[in-house]
């Protein structure tokens, strides 16, 4: 009978039954007992009330009731971990069984049972397993030791497990070896400073070589990746390493042919002898195309990473472009990545092939998929200069077709051609003018607006072309309104006696009846230049414009490096570094041979303007900071740290001073409009409750005003501010002194967009008119809810400020601490978690200056200004450790250390995912302590 029959269901006492029968002294009796008990718990039911009869069951020689009883401990440990200790001796018993493959499954199981009261028994079976005699021991262990990492990584590095793993590197049996390696790779992943107590040197990696042969092809694979983050020591070194790794293509599973493509792929760069070099590059093209005969999964994966492989070394598949010629039974994302691939290889000597093959792609039922062949005729034209005349003639045939999509997409690209080659095929406009009805898609529509305009004193009618599309102006894309008011006054600065009305009727309807700020700003930048000088206006809007390239989708070539780096990973088939989509993922790491370098830089993520997310991702920019030396945190002690109480949380509070955005007023500046009015606000008042009671509570600092406006460069009025943070909000505090002999009012301001979205939240209101000789002082709210832009550095803002006399520019730094929101104060918990996850290369140590506050007054002073203290501890010689966070109006954290030794200088560190913010909190907290 087959094992279907312990899913059946039981009877109502069924634990009972199964107790019974566990406590049986018939061992086939005992061994179906546990097998129900396994079968109950895989289908969901709590059996959890067997565990300690199922753990007596454990003293038996039967392997398959061994394994059974394991695989119950490992599913309930969790749940009784105080009964889970009673195995422990079971375990090590196991561990020194003369069968090899007892002791192997006992450690293997110690390592499943994630209970930290168990690992402290673990670590002795483990070291005596993982110098057993048997492979098959060794291997199970060197597993165990990264899944001993994971539970305590402290314990691991004090007993020496690392130095063990390494050792076993120089095993003797392949799948040990690459069992250590899976082992040393998954502890750096989540430690990369282990990497120091695990040697790979020239003796190591050739013992990997030779393991490389002869394990099984995950090992293989293990293997290979830990060989791309060494950096050989020399050229011949590097060829050695290539020749011994080039069988590997030949391998029947995708993922060693792709893993060994990755490690050539990076040793290319460091080899100079160029025979060789192109002798890898033949010997990469077959592999590769073999690739492409897989199932159309694996197919779509190698071609994300082909497609890296082309862009990094285009030679190596240029010869094979016919492999990437799309069938009819591929799948629409398999048949775009080719498409996208023949563009790459696309050269002289193959484009009639590859122009051919689109012709007919053009022709397909899948509409993206013709959208992309037509666009891809196009980006041949611009790549290939000599087959540009062929690709117009194609698109043109194929706007014949009059098949609407493609006629559209043809219009789109060969706008493109245009700016690639101007002034060499105009002849085909009147061609792309009878298509004018059939338009309907906004790009397309654009892209014919774009080319009256340019050409618009070769067509005799643009006039009344321009004019049909303008009798439907509000309904038109925001894009067709831009381009065809940009037209608009191409055509007029061409044709200023017959397009003067044409001109006032879009200028009105972009800078009067529009909504959209973007519109409006435009339209009153093109007025302003027509009515004050129309010759500079023809030297901005017709400007020679700068030619397009292919190249512009080529993905940045530091980027790229390490992307190759990440070859046959999701990286390589998002196109985008690990650190983009896996939480605290550190980039690749290169270990040195006998070096100390620092690990290579990290590249710049890239930042969306309007995407405040993805600026968290921004690197460090600007001066380097003094450091302090020998950043020795104790960090891992914080785990048992005196923590002082969680701080309440705190109620919502209604900020009315972040209630509306205020209005884009950029337009309004250059159109000359008068922004003032209102009346005055007064500055609100910073209290809380501490301030009802005592009269020395540290309070929120606030610089002393600054001139951010000098009277010399705003003819006579001079502006001073301070920032400071009240009420959960942020506040500038103006002051406007007239220095003229005249009166002004009419006051605005706008800020530019900057790195944390800083606007106004209310209009500016001056007690107007401010008399000659006379101050008024007012206070702005500020809100964080503006557009995104990275300055350099980090905490400029620039601004504009108007009266009735003129509008002035200027800039000014944002103090930090005015950034951190109340809501910064980390739970305890989460605090070591979070900053062993931010990588070591993301700290930064500085010296404070000498202060002669005690340590309570440190403490209060940081949170009146919203650095929390989080923890604090007692060093030696009477020093006191504060553990802070802080976190920005954008959700950027910053952790610290604080030190205040005794009789010295006190010492900063900090560290973040965001290491441009590190240099403004450590001038905010000097700022802070220093008051």
């Not at 079971?90 to 049972?113: H, Q, S, W, Y």
């Not at 414009?545 to 993905?555: A, G, M, Y």
């Not at 206070?779 to 980090?794: A, E, N, R």
């Not at 978690?833 to 404070?848: C, G, N």
């Amino acid at each position: 009978m087959s094992d279907s029959k312990y899913f059946n269901t039981q009877k109502k006492g069924e634990i009972y039954e199964l107790k019974a029968e566990l406590n049986s002294d018939k061992k086939e009796k005992k061994k179906e007992a546990v097998k129900k008990v396994i079968a109950s718990m895989t289908v969901g039911k709590d059996v959890s009330a067997l565990f300690t009869d199922v753990t007596m069951c454990m003293q038996t020689d039967n392997l398959e009731l061994k394994k059974l009883v394991y695989l119950y401990l490992i599913n309930y440990a969790k749940t009784q971990p105080d009964l889970a200790i009673l195995a422990v001796n079971t375990f090590v018993k196991d561990c020194e069984d003369p069968n090899p493959l007892i002791r192997a499954l006992a450690v293997r199981t110690m390592g499943c049972i994630r209970v930290e009261k168990i690992t402290e028994y673990l670590c002795e079976p483990l070291r005596k397993c993982l110098k057993d005699e048997d492979p098959y021991v060794r291997k199970t262990a060197a597993v165990c030791v990264a899944k001993l990492h994971d539970i305590s990584a402290a314990r691991v590095e004090d007993q020496g497990f690392l130095e063990t793993l390494g050792e076993l590197l120089c095993d003797s049996n392949p799948m040990v070896v690459a069992n250590a390696v899976a082992a040393i790779s998954e502890i750096l992943d989540t430690n990369p400073n282990a990497a120091k107590q695990v040697n790979i040197d020239t003796p190591t990696v050739n013992k990997l070589l030779t393991a490389l042969n002869e394990c099984t092809e995950w090992g293989q694979i293990f293997i290979l990746d830990s060989l791309n983050n060494y950096s050989p020591r020399d050229e011949k070194e590097c060829i050695s390493i290539c020749e011994r790794i080039t069988p590997r293509l030949a391998h029947a599973n995708a993922a060693v042919v792709l893993s060994a493509v990755k490690v050539l792929m990076k040793l290319m760069d460091q080899i100079n002898n160029t025979e060789f070099v192109q002798m890898l590059q033949k010997k990469l093209a077959p592999p590769l195309v073999t690739l492409l005969s897989a199932e159309a999964e694996i197919q779509y994966v190698a071609l994300r990473n082909i497609n890296l492989v082309v862009q990094k070394r285009p030679d190596i598949l240029k010869h094979e472009i016919k492999a990437f010629f799309v069938k009819y039974n591929d799948p629409i994302y398999v048949k775009l990545e080719k498409l996208d691939i023949m563009i790459r290889l696309a050269a002289q000597t193959n484009i009639a092939q590859v122009l051919a093959e689109l012709k007919e792609y053009a022709t397909e039922v899948d509409v993206d998929f013709v959208r992309k062949a037509v666009r891809a005729i196009g980006r041949c034209a611009i790549k290939v200069e000599p087959s540009a005349e062929k690709c117009v003639t194609t698109l043109l045939e194929l706007i014949q077709t009059k098949v609407n999509y493609v006629v559209q997409e043809a219009i789109v690209v060969i706008k493109d051609i245009f700016r690639k080659y101007p002034n060499k095929y105009e002849t085909i406009i009147s061609t792309l003018c009878e298509n004018l009805d059939s338009l309907d898609e906004p790009e397309a529509r654009a892209a014919m607006i774009w080319i009256v305009g340019e050409y618009a004193e070769r067509i005799d009618n643009a006039d009344e072309i321009l004019q049909s599309f303008l009798d439907g102006f509000h309904d038109e894309n925001t894009q067709v309104q831009l381009q065809l008011l940009t037209a608009i006054v191409k055509l007029f600065l061409k044709k200023p006696q017959e397009t003067q009305e044409l001109v006032q009727k879009v200028l009105s309807l972009a800078t009067q009846d529009s909504d959209n700020p973007d519109l409006r700003d435009r339209g009153y930048i093109y007025w302003r230049l027509l009515s004050t000088d129309p010759a500079a206006a023809k030297e901005v809007v017709l400007a020679e414009k700068p030619l397009i390239s292919e190249e512009t989708d080529l993905i940045e070539p530091t980027l790229l490096d390490e992307l190759i780096c990440h070859i046959s990973s999701l990286a390589s088939v998002y196109h985008k570094p690990p650190s983009a989509f896996v939480e605290g993922r550190v980039p690749v790491r290169k270990i040195q041979v006998n070096r100390n370098a620092d690990d290579a830089a990290e590249t710049d993520p890239h930042i969306e303007e309007d995407d405040r997310a993805e600026y968290n991702e921004t690197e460090e920019t600007g001066a380097p900071q003094e450091e302090v030396g020998g950043g020795d945190l104790l960090i891992g002690d914080l785990l048992s740290l005196d923590y002082p109480a969680p701080t309440p949380a705190q109620p919502p509070v209604n900020n009315a001073n972040q209630a509306q955005p205020v209005a884009d007023l950029l337009g309004d500046i250059f159109g000359g409009m008068d922004l003032g009015g209102g009346a005055p606000v007064a500055a609100p008042v910073a209290s809380s409750p501490m301030d009802l009671f005592s009269l020395s509570a540290p309070t929120t600092y606030v610089a002393p005003p600054q001139v951010i406006l000098p009277a010399a460069r705003a003819k006579g009025l001079e502006v001073s501010a301070t920032f400071a943070r009240r009420n959960k909000g942020i506040f500038i505090d103006l002051t406007f002194a007239n220095k003229t002999m005249m009166a002004m009012s009419g006051f605005a301001i706008q800020l530019n967009k900057n790195s944390f979205g800083l606007s106004p939240g209310a209009p500016l209101a001056v007690n107007s008119p401010v008399l000659p000789g006379v101050s008024a002082t007012t206070s702005l709210s500020i809100v964080t809810t503006g557009p995104v832009m990275k300055m350099d550095p980090l905490l400029k803002v620039q601004m504009a400020m108007k009266n009735d006399i003129d509008v002035f520019y200027f800039e000014c730094l944002v103090p930090a601490y005015v950034l951190f929101v109340e809501e910064g104060s980390m739970e305890r918990n989460l605090f070591p978690q979070m900053w062993r996850e931010i990588p070591d290369e993301k700290e930064k140590q500085f010296q404070l200056p000498f202060t002669n506050k005690s340590q309570d007054q440190v403490e209060a002073v940081l949170a009146a200004n919203n650095v929390f203290v989080v923890a604090t501890r007692q060093g030696g010689d009477g020093e006191h450790l504060i553990y802070t966070s802080v976190k920005f109006t954008n959700g950027i954290w910053v952790l610290g250390e604080l030190r205040l030794p005794a009789g010295a200088p006190p010492s900063l560190a900090l560290k973040t995912q965001t290491v441009a913010a590190i240099a403004e909190v450590h001038s905010a907290i000097c700022t802070i302590l220093a008051d």
